[in-house]
């Protein structure tokens, strides 16, 4: 296990608690290919790791170095600064499955943030910041509700639409889109086979946001996956929904990224 270095800077901003949260958000993360900060080069799961804060406009933005790139330290940012590099930093994957609730089979999407170093709200005033998730608090504003169990189904989120093209042989192109335009995801994903018709009979999907990286297993199995998913939910930040489903659209939309906007 790496030993992930907080400076009393850091510490100071983050309180302790924050500080132990940024060193598990690493070795969560880690095993999708955290880079550092610095170099981009890869970090390690092993040896010494670094917590770089910046901080500015109300948010914070966790991230991580090589201790010879960078020592730990908190970095203060204008708040046009922080606006700007927070698209880049949410960049998103999206899984499909199919989830068996009491016997009945549900299609579901899992988006997450790919790196697990996700941007950070500030909840301001003069106690140190507490780190929460800013996917998390713009979902809630959206109509979606926290899930610690899977066995729950996630209330419908209106506004929210999952239209799907054919990329090719076993491959959708997705578009998610919430409240007020708010692009949420344009992207492929990698169905199983039952996952389309599921949809297209039931016309809503279920959409599972995690806000940390899931622990996906090195294998991928029905056990195991589900498995990964109660431990995602388990964290009690797991924002979900049900979304109305679309269905195919056959026009191409216009080349892009998996951005949420928040």
């Known amino acids: 296990m790496a030993d992930v270095r907080v400076s009393d800077e850091v510490r100071a901003a983050l309180g302790s608690e924050g500080a132990q949260r940024a060193a598990v958000l690493f070795h969560t993360g880690v095993r999708t290919g955290v880079r550092c900060a610095i170099c981009n080069r890869e970090l390690p799961a092993a040896g010494p790791v670094s917590v770089l804060l910046a901080r500015g406009g109300g948010l914070y933005h966790v991230s991580y170095a090589h201790p010879h790139c960078s ?50 709200a500030d909840a301001r005033g003069d106690q140190p910041g507490k ?11 959206q109509g979606f509700g926290l899930v610690l169990d899977l066995e729950e189904l996630p209330g419908r989120a209106g506004g929210w639409r999952i239209a799907t093209r054919p990329e090719r042989p076993g491959v959708l192109h997705l578009e998610i889109t919430g409240r007020r335009g708010l692009l949420f995801y344009t992207g492929i994903a990698l169905p199983p086979g039952d996952w389309t018709s599921l949809a297209e009979r039931s016309r809503w999907c279920l959409l599972y946001v995690a806000a940390e990286p899931v622990p996906w297993p090195d294998e991928v199995g029905p056990d195991g996956t589900l498995a990964a998913l109660h431990a995602a939910a388990s964290t009690g930040a797991w924002p979900a929904s049900r979304c109305r489903w679309l269905g195919r659209r056959d026009e191409r939309p216009a080349p892009s990224h998996g951005t949420p906007v928040s």
């Open 71 to 120: 020592r730990s330290t908190l970095v203060e940012l204008p708040a046009a600064v922080m606006d700007a590099a927070m698209p880049d930093a949410l960049d998103m994957t999206v899984t499909a499955l199919v989830l068996d609730q009491a016997g009945k089979l549900l299609p579901a999407l899992v988006a997450e943030t790919p790196t697990g170093v996700p941007l950070m």
């Open 131 to 141: 780190l929460v998730s800013v996917m998390t608090t713009t979902l809630l504003g």
